[in-house]
């Protein structure tokens, strides 16, 4: 088993920068695809970014331009860098391993997720 641990979550104002990590204990990154994903409070939980074993990725539209992914499995490390944060950004952001080659936009296909990271965007 893989175990996700997200960090970096704080609160921003709008306009401002956060980079998210991801680590793996347990086993290592470089046998999945790996997803972000974010819960609002009263909302479904969204994939907002995803990259395959071989570094294909994708973005939900709404964060195309602001977001990147990107991980390195020689330090079991997946990050998500996120700027010019608006408000609608605010959310429980959470890490996945998904057990295939490419990522998935729906939770449902992932395996293990870590406890999540508060990300709080202030106007």
């Known amino acids: 088993q893989v175990h996700p641990v997200e960090s970096g979550g704080q609160l921003v104002q709008a306009g401002g920068s956060l980079r998210l990590s991801c680590a793996a204990s347990?086993?290592?990154?470089?046998?999945?695809?790996l997803g972000w994903f974010r819960q609002a409070p009263g909302k479904e939980r969204d994939f907002v970014a995803g990259?395959?074993?071989?570094?294909?990725?994708g973005y939900i539209d709404s964060v195309k331009g602001r977001f990147t992914i990107s991980r390195d499995d020689a330090k079991n490390m997946l990050t998500l860098q996120m700027n010019s944060l608006k408000p609608e950004d605010t959310a429980v952001y959470y890490c996945?391993?998904?057990?295939?080659?490419?990522?998935?936009?729906?939770?449902?296909?992932?395996?293990?997720w870590g406890q999540g990271t508060q990300v709080t965007v202030s106007s």
């Open positions: 996945a391993t998904r057990n295939g080659y490419y990522s998935s936009t729906d939770p449902r296909d992932y395996d293990y």
């Open positions: 347990g086993r290592t990154f470089s046998g999945y695809a």
């Open positions: 990259i395959s074993r071989g570094g294909e990725f």
